[in-house]
């Protein structure tokens, strides 16, 4: 019998590392082959050419996919969808996978869905049924729901939402994050051993930030982040590693506030374009709090019982944990937060908290289930309508 060919889209680098796992175990499995789509900041240089990354992990990549346009514009990410939806459309024609597998909510992303859903592709999709209500993602991530055939939830919450948007409970799996499984299978690096890799000495304190653009929010971008660097000032003691922002809307802009800041703060502050999943989760291990408005503050961190300090409206509608301080982007708020998260009645609390995104297993999961389940008849979708009174 022919091998299902199981294709997964990946376009920045924090999302390649949430698929890591999955990509090994299908790698790693007879029955199955692998076809890698790397797109987006994977393959631009402003942002690391971490498709470089893939290719070192020992993964053969099957096609890359230009799309971005050296804008942050509205009009310049239009056209980059637009783009890469060209793009995917030739890729899927000459690779023919079984399935497609993208992950999350990004502009790249709409434009795979959109391709496979034309070449009549099964499509599976990791993330959905969660709310980003500050960020384009969310009507993005719905989209794609809507488009996909299969989906893997990370919480039973989230599983339900995606059956209440209208799909079969059948084809709708809570799975756990994917993410977590780096947090199980990585040996992380020593304190000393991080610092040679980043060249750079902890302090006492250490705080890692990341911080992306909130593209609905009315508050100017640039404002934000002016008030979250004022708040650092007040903790001048601190060692700060920042991850840059990512591409999306206004994200140079938020990337030059950085350089400028960490130039003017050279002893205590650096930045990185890409630190890769095993120096950010390191990074998290030995730092005593994470700041910003990542996912990764939600999901990841709370695994090291460690703090996350969650700013402004980008992460809102998400399920949040005992270790999740929520602060507006001010900086008497910002400056509240961080004094509570360092604080022992706060920390105290948090060996013992629940964990709400699962242990570490999605990526074994979510491979047999893409191995196992029937594709016939798939693509004939049928809605699911709820017995409830509106």
């Given at each position: ?43 631009s ?7 470089k ?49 993208v ?31 500050g ?31 209208g ?41 890692l930030?990341?911080y ?26 601190a ?8 591409s ?38 030995h ?9 990764s ?83 004939m ?10």
């Open positions: 019998m022919a091998k299902r060919k199981i294709a997964v889209v990946t376009g920045t680098r924090a999302e390649y590392g949430l698929l890591f796992w999955l990509l090994k175990a299908i790698k790693n499995d007879p029955d199955l082959e692998l076809q890698i789509i790397t797109t987006g900041m994977h393959l240089p402003e942002f690391g050419l971490t498709y990354t893939i290719e070192n992990d020992g993964f053969a990549i099957a096609d890359k996919i230009e799309m971005l346009l050296s804008s942050d514009t509205p009009v310049g990410i239009a056209k980059s969808v637009g783009l890469a939806t060209i793009g995917f459309a030739d890729t899927l024609e000459r690779l023919q996978p079984d399935v497609l597998v992950l999350g909510d990004r502009f790249e992303i709409l434009a795979a869905a959109q391709a496979a859903v034309i070449h009549q592709i099964p499509l599976a999709h990791i993330h959905g049924g969660e709310l980003t209500e960020l384009i993602d969310d009507p993005i991530r719905h989209s794609v729901t809507k488009m996909a055939h299969f989906h893997f939830t990370t919480t039973d919450v989230y599983r339900k939402r995606v059956i209440q948007m799909e079969q409970p059948d084809v709708v799996f809570n799975v756990g994050a994917p993410g977590l499984d780096n947090i199980k299978n990585l040996e992380l690096l020593s304190r000393e051993a991080f610092e040679e890799s980043i060249d750079f000495k902890l302090g006492e304190k250490n705080f930030v990341t992306h653009p909130v593209t609905l929010s009315e508050q100017s971008p640039e404002i934000a982040m002016s008030q979250m660097l004022l708040a650092l000032d007040e903790f001048p003691q060692k700060v590693i920042f991850t840059l922002p990512n999306d809307t206004f994200g140079r802009v938020l990337i030059q506030m950085i350089k400028d800041y960490v130039a003017k703060n050279p002893e205590r502050c650096k930045d990185f374009v890409s630190l890769g999943q095993l120096r950010y989760l390191s990074a998290i291990k730092c005593d709090l994470v700041l910003g408005n990542s996912s503050g939600l999901i990841e961190v709370p695994s090291f019982r460690k703090p996350t300090i969650d700013l402004g409206e980008r992460q809102r509608g998400r399920l949040k944990g005992e270790s999740v301080i929520s602060a507006t982007e001010e900086k008497g708020q910002i400056v509240k937060a961080i004094q509570l998260a360092l604080s022992e009645e706060f920390r105290s609390k948090l060996p013992n908290m629940d964990l709400l995104y699962g242990y570490g297993d999605a990526g074994a999961k979510i491979k047999e289930t893409l191995k196992k389940i029937s594709l016939d008849g798939v693509i979708k049928k809605f699911k309508d709820l017995d409830f009174a509106v």
